[in-house]
């Protein structure tokens, strides 16, 4: 660990990729939490793809492979499928995931065109284009690492400035129409910013992979907590981190790509959350019922103790397991129930093994059924 921390401050390329990586993190994870919160996960998807005859085209038109132009190109053609969404969903009775897969695959079917044009006739000057497919993460420098910092620092700005305009559109949209917010308006620009975040992620996972990063750290941050700030800056965490970790792992490993990488990262972070996280969590949702389960068996057992014990006027009367197994139809956990009981004292065990109440026993019992509105049919004399 020590040597993979030192290669990340002293080797350029390692360094390179990890800010990228780190970059698209923040960038992806915040402004995906919009879209997870707004059911529109796969709008990444789609833009995503949307891009690609963007880059295509940028580089038709400036004959250049840097990353500016391509980023721009990227984002015009993802803003226009944007638009091409939310003019079919709203203008025809085609429903919203029907639009994203028409764009989705439209969009992807002519960039695909574009590249094999390309590839017949612009020669060996579009080599590399095909890597926004997957990605290409080892091949930043220091100046895409900048454009990817400006851009996604741009669109966290104008997150912050819109704060309460896009809390109100993720929530509660028809109250913020009521109160004569530009509810469709805020919609394009929030989206749009989304756009810049997909595009600026191009390069280092590519079209394919993009959706990812723009879900699972959101997704993940969704677990851990229900306020919108902790949200965000929980997915920007975890966005970061999974960048990191994607890029230091497959520097550290020969012959593993690092889009990918950076993509089962974020997938282990939201298996992790899905599992752990206090609220939501399976596991803790698993203990919770297996305790709570517990806690009914022991109360009704103690109860039903109780229940035997009045009706013979003696709060001591000791009875038998098999008793009880049969008040709990049948039960076959009533002997485990009832060790558990004696080790907390509420019951005692005879030397014949026949259980009765002790005091505290009757004591808990009697709040039980207080508390439940129960009472057995006769009573306990207590003399």
């Known amino acids: 660990m020590l040597d ?18 780190a970059t698209l993190g923040i960038v992806g994870g915040g402004l995906g939490s919009y879209a997870v919160l707004r ?75 574009l590249l094999t044009y390309l590839q017949q006739h612009a020669g ?42 896009f809390k ?56 851990w907590t229900d306020r919108l700030s902790v949200m965000v800056a929980l997915a920007a965490t975890f966005g970061a981190l999974s960048g990191v970790s994607g890029a230091v792992v497959s520097g550290a490993t020969a012959n593993l790509p690092t889009g990918p990488t950076i993509v089962l990262c974020m997938g282990t972070v939201v298996i992790v959350s899905l599992l752990l996280a206090p609220n939501r969590g399976l596991l803790w949702r698993w203990w919770r019922q297996w305790r709570t389960s517990r806690r009914l068996r022991q109360e009704r057992v103690l109860y039903d103790l109780y229940t035997l014990a009045a009706k013979h006027g003696a709060g001591d009367r000791p009875h038998e397991a098999a008793t009880l197994d049969a008040m709990v139809s049948g039960s076959t956990r009533t002997a485990y129930v009832l060790r558990r009981l004696a080790e907390q004292g509420l019951v005692a065990e005879t030397s014949d093994e026949r259980w009765h109440l002790t005091d505290e026993g009757l004591e808990e019992a009697r709040r039980l059924a207080d508390k439940r509105n129960l009472a057995p049919d006769a009573t306990i004399d207590d003399a």
Do not use: C
Not at 4 to 21: E, K, N, P
């Open 39 to 113: 059911g529109q996960s796969l709008l990444g998807d789609a833009i995503s793809h949307a891009a690609l005859p963007g880059i295509a085209l940028a580089f038709l038109i400036t004959g250049s492979k840097a990353p500016l132009p391509l980023m721009l190109g990227a984002a015009a053609t993802g803003i226009v499928a944007t638009l091409f969404i939310i003019g079919v969903t709203n203008t025809t009775r085609v429903p919203y995931d029907s639009a994203l897969a028409l764009a989705l695959s439209a969009f992807f079917g002519v960039g695909l065109v």
């Open 4 to 21: 993979l921390f030192s290669q990340l401050l002293t080797d350029y390329t390692l360094r390179t990729v990890a800010l990228g990586a």
């Open 124 to 165: 060996a000057a579009q080599a590399g284009l095909d890597s926004f497919l997957f990605g290409q993460a080892a091949a930043l420098v220091e100046h895409d690492v900048v454009v990817m910092a400006v851009l996604g620092g741009i669109a966290l700005l104008a997150l912050l400035l819109f704060w309460k305009e």
């Open 168 to 223: 109100l559109l993720a929530f509660d949209p028809d109250f913020g129409r009521s109160l004569g917010f530009p509810i469709r308006m805020l919609d394009i620009v929030l989206t749009t910013l989304l756009v810049v975040a997909i595009v600026i992620g191009l390069q280092t996972v590519g079209v394919v992979l993009m959706s990812a990063v723009i879900v699972a750290p959101a997704a993940a941050a969704r677990q």
